[in-house]
């Protein structure tokens, strides 16, 4: 069984940081990506990084550039979100899903997710 658990979500202030982590289990393929999601209250889900197994390049998009900084351990079983300079507008439930996809273009592919961790972010 697939397993995506997320953890190190919590309450910050504006300009803080926090450090998200993501335990990935079960998985059977030998290359995959994990990537980091967020979703705001009346938002859509957006992507924020991902990295592939193959290569362990992490790729942003334009919400995380600049703050936020993906990782892993050697194994890819777990991966970690480290975010800086936090915004109120950060505020969100923040999920890792991991797949047989291609990091930075399959947003929409990830078959697997984790139930997230709350993320908020006062003034």
């Known amino acids: 069984e697939v397993q995506l658990v997320e953890s190190g979500g919590g309450f910050v202030q504006a300009g803080g940081s926090l450090n998200l982590s993501c335990t990935v289990s079960?998985?059977?393929?030998?290359?995959?990506?994990v990537g980091w999601f967020r979703q705001a209250p009346g938002k859509e889900r957006e992507g924020l990084s991902c990295?592939?197994?193959?290569?362990?390049?992490?790729i942003y998009t334009d919400p995380a550039k600049g703050r936020f900084t993906m990782s892993s351990d050697n194994a890819y079983k777990t991966v970690y979100l480290r975010m800086s300079s936090l915004k109120q507008e950060d505020t969100a439930v923040y999920y890792c899903?991991?797949?047989?996809?291609?990091?930075?273009?399959?947003?929409?592919?990830?078959?697997?997710w984790g139930r997230g961790t709350q993320v908020s972010v006062s003034l």
């Open positions: 899903a991991a797949d047989w996809v291609t990091c930075g273009r399959d947003w929409d592919r990830y078959d697997y």
């Open positions: 079960g998985l059977t393929f030998t290359e995959y990506s």
């Open positions: 990295m592939s197994s193959s290569d362990g390049v992490a």
